[in-house]
């Protein structure tokens, strides 16, 4: 009785087991990617198995899970035929879009190869004329008021995740990751989320006085980018990377470039080429189904299709998107964005969906990652808006509590709901950090991504971060071999007092230098002092050698990788410099700094101060005591802010600048009574297919008698990195100014020309050209050469008796041209610069290559 009890048990317990294993169920509902409509009666099956079922009529199917079985199959007449990789015991939701046959976008299916395409009496033509030609009467902006809920989620991936990829490497260590995996019907691939950023706001606007505002009612952000101090870099570069889309502007700004709308009102029909598929219903409405595809595949265009109402209107009721095979466009796999339209009961035809999905790879070996930015708009209304709303500062208002929001505001205000695995991010983040060595990986990852070096822990976060790590090893002329090492404190010390500061000893001199500051802010901040809005008051102490083109880099002089020059640059000064700053900047873009600085410059190396008199003194030292006042204006500019400074996101917006310098003698030792002026604009042209232009125009004047070091000297770059804003083969002093005014134009290509060349197109290289202008003058009063015994003034710096800054000719500017080839191997930038005048002034560089390691789309 025993033996058959245990055998009886024995069998139940198999019994069980067996049946979950096999009772286990794949299940969904298979939907038209088109229409939004559920498919009924489609196959659904297991590849080469021929075990499945069918959908029922309101698209739903149920398979049984089969062990080793991983590949499903979706097939119906009229439609594209989907095979999806499903990982059995894991994959148990699956939701599936298949598409019709006929939106397969290949020009030999649209058109017969040899059949050339003209504009001339093409229905599909004519038809996109008159979308274009009806855009204007669905402008939001023709009411007086509007507001609407806006919901986004900006999901990042690991993408193309295999059962095998997890059993293999790093991933071996982390087998909850096998939880964490999701299902992508739009790409028919496995993904692994790694970060959620959600954002419900409120848009309103004001056509007269013109207002737009939005009012960010919840943020949410979780993933690995908690891990990193500075996190919100990722999602503010996500933001402007992968922004919002509007089909009725003429170009769409996308990857940080504009493409040229399909429904473009002046480039669409000499860009596109359009074809009349056929007739279809969109959410029971009838439209025109219409084809596009660039002329040039390798433009910055989209391939895809436009449905449009069948009636007078010609709006534009859905609109699917995507990037050609052979884009010019770097890292991106694939692209596909989709939105959808709808009518209100007051007629507008109003955006209820902008759905966008990206497929990354930066290298072929490396794992690629998937970018998904779902928006919804809602609640749409027309009535007026009160008055103290659009009171408020800035474009953008975030409400205090927005980052606290809890699960019933969301619930509310949520358009799409969260994944299972979109839920546990948080549980996905703990269980990472609880893996051994993981701290040391981190440590590693943001010592190299930011730069710096934290102190701290996520329980007890950093108070000091030392850094910048690229700075520790450099080396110059006077220094010889420099060791630096430099902290500074964050908010979580104290969130309005920072301190920063570094010290640095060269091995040639054997001396120290060293520098200290202290920063208060009047706005508590969450990390950093320099994030948006500033309004500090800084006080520095410094003590450095430093050569007079230091101050024209964009980086820091110390980094190890201009450190390297094209030239010797010994004529260089031991600056002690102490400074008082006040800085504010506004909703708008305008930032006003004020500043104190007194500072004593004793030259060395090559470099000398001799007075110009009989006695030709030298001079150890000068002092100065000067006040400045700036204005920097740039109206819709965004930026990140790292450990290390604020960085431009885009380069997109103009910027003005405006400064004057007065200097004090007998204030405080100032040897010297100077006013300095000086007046900057820069701005971004786009020329849609063609590229970009960078245009830069600056002007200043000294308007004082002054020795030469106070003489204004040309932002000469001595280093074979790439600088903005600074000429490539102009010496360290080589030219001495009380006048000036500069023109620097850079032409970005973006390939244009290159894509036309048959084996050429396929490095994706692309072409750049650029030229630099400096007009000069030093009036008499300031010329050495035409004052004889003035000991106010100095001789100009010489070099084995032959002199190395000159005067320029008046009628003569100098000038410099650049041809680069940039986008080799989608990261290097070279380009070769050609110096055009001013050829025997003696030690100059006729010609050169610099260099910039660059990702860009």
């Known amino acids: 009785m025993n033996k058959v009890y245990i055998r009886s048990i024995l069998f139940f317990i198999l019994f069980i087991c067996t049946t979950n294993l096999f009772a286990q169920k794949i299940q969904g509902v298979v939907i038209d990617s088109v229409t939004n409509e559920p498919i009924p009666y489609l196959s659904v099956y297991y590849e080469g198995k021929g075990v499945g079922s069918i959908t029922d009529d309101k698209g739903h199917y149920s398979v049984e899970t ?49 059949q050339k395409y003209s504009r001339k009496n093409n229905p599909a033509v004519e038809m996109m004329k008159k979308v274009i030609a009806n855009k204007q009467n669905n402008k939001l902006e023709d009411n007086d008021y509007y507001q609407y809920n806006k919901y986004q989620k900006l999901k990042m991936s690991l993408n193309e995740v295999t059962p095998e990829m997890l059993e293999k490497g790093m991933y071996k260590k982390m087998p909850f990751l096998k939880d964490q995996i999701e299902y992508s019907p739009e790409t028919d691939k496995n993904i692994l989320p790694i970060s959620i950023d ?133 890292f991106v796999d694939h692209m596909n964005i989709i939105q959808e339209f709808e009518k209100l009961p007051n007629g507008e035809r109003v955006l209820k969906v902008d759905d966008m999905i990206v497929e990354l790879k930066v290298m072929k070996i490396m794992q690629g990652f998937q970018i998904r930015r779902i928006t919804t708009y809602s609640d749409y209304a027309f009535d007026e808006i009160p008055q103290q709303l659009f009171k408020r500062k800035g474009s953008e208002i975030k409400e205090a509590d927005a980052m606290m929001r809890d699960d019933k505001f969301w619930e509310q205000y949520r358009q799409v709901p969260l994944t299972k695995t979109e839920s546990s991010m948080d549980m996905l983040v703990k269980r990472l950090e609880q893996m051994p060595g993981f701290k040391y990986v981190i440590f590693g990852l943001k010592a190299f991504i930011e730069n710096f070096v934290e102190t701290g822990t996520k329980e007890n976060p950093s108070k000091v971060d030392i850094g910048p790590v690229n700075t520790m090893i450099s080396s110059n002329y006077i220094d010889g071999l420099r060791l630096r090492m430099s902290a500074q404190t964050t908010a979580n010390l104290n969130p309005h007092l920072f301190l920063s500061g570094y010290y640095a000893y060269g091995f040639k001199d054997h001396k120290s230098k060293y520098m200290g500051e202290v920063e208060y802010s009047f706005n508590k901040k969450e990390y950093l002092p320099r994030e948006y809005p500033k309004n500090s008051i800084t006080f520095n102490y410094m003590y450095d050698v430093m050569s007079p083109t230091d101050k024209f880099l964009k980086t820091d002089k110390d980094n190890v990788f201009v450190s390297w020059k094209t030239t010797t640059v010994d004529q260089m000064s031991y600056v002690r410099n102490m400074s008082l700053k006040y800085e504010r900047e506004i909703e708008g873009g305008l930032k006003t700094t004020i500043e104190v600085k007194h500072t004593n410059d004793e030259p060395t190396g090559g470099l000398a101060y001799i007075t110009n008199d009989d006695q030709k003194t030298l001079i150890p030292d000068i002092t100065t005591f000067e006040t400045s006042l700036a204005f920097r204006y740039s109206p819709g500019e965004t930026f990140i802010n790292t450990k290390q400074r604020r960085i431009p996101v885009t380069f997109d917006a103009p910027v003005i600048t405006l400064s004057h310098t007065m200097g004090f003698k007998g204030a405080f030792g100032g040897d010297y009574n100077y006013n300095m002026t000086e007046v900057g604009i820069y701005k971004r042209f786009w020329f849609s297919s063609w590229g970009k232009i960078d245009l830069f125009l600056k002007g200043g004047a000294e308007w004082n008698k002054v020795p030469f070091p106070l003489l204004i000297m040309p932002a000469a770059n001595l280093s074979y990195i790439s600088q903005r804003e600074t000429f490539n083969l102009i010496n360290n002093i080589e030219f001495l100014n009380d006048r000036y005014a500069s023109f620097d134009i850079s032409w970005d290509l973006n390939g244009k020309i290159f894509n036309r060349i048959p084996l050429l197109k396929k490095l994706k290289w692309r072409e750049a050209i650029g030229f630099k202008m400096l007009y000069g003058q030093l009036t008499d009063k300031n010329n050495p050469m035409m004052n004889q015994g003035d000991k106010d003034l100095f001789l100009f710096p010489s070099r084995d008796g032959m002199p190395t800054s000159f005067v320029m000719d008046t009628k003569t500017p100098y000038m410099e041209y650049s041809i680069g080839v940039h986008n080799i191997l989608k990261i290097l930038h070279i380009d070769y610069v050609r110096r055009l005048n001013y050829l025997n002034n003696p030690g100059i560089n006729k010609w050169g290559l610099r260099f910039m390691v660059m990702m860009t789309f």
């Open 198 to 330: 959600e954002t419900a706001s409120q848009i309103i606007y004001r056509k007269n006085p013109k207002s737009l505002k939005t009012l960010v009612k919840g943020m949410s952000t979780t993933g690995v980018n908690e891990l990193f101090a500075t996190g919100d870099i990722l999602t503010t570069v996500l933001k402007d990377v992968f922004t919002d889309v509007n089909i009725y502007d003429n170009d769409i700004r996308l990857l940080q470039y504009p493409f040229i709308s399909p429904i473009s009102s002046s480039d669409a029909i000499s860009f596109y080429k359009y074809y009349i598929m056929d007739t279809t219903f969109v959410d029971k409405e009838k439209c025109f189904h219409l084809s596009f595809v660039p002329n040039n595949s390798q433009d910055f265009g989209f391939t895809g299709h436009l449905y449009v109402l069948a009636d007078s209107s010609y709006a534009v009721k859905k609109c699917v998107m995507n990037l050609p095979q052979k884009s010019g466009v770097n």
């Open 66 to 114: 089969r062990q080793g079985w991983t590949k499903l199959t979706f097939s119906a007449v009229g439609y594209r035929t989907k095979n999806v990789t499903i990982i059995p015991g894991t994959t148990k939701l699956l939701d599936i879009k298949i598409s019709p046959d006929d939106i397969v976008l290949q020009e030999v299916v649209i058109k017969p190869k040899r």
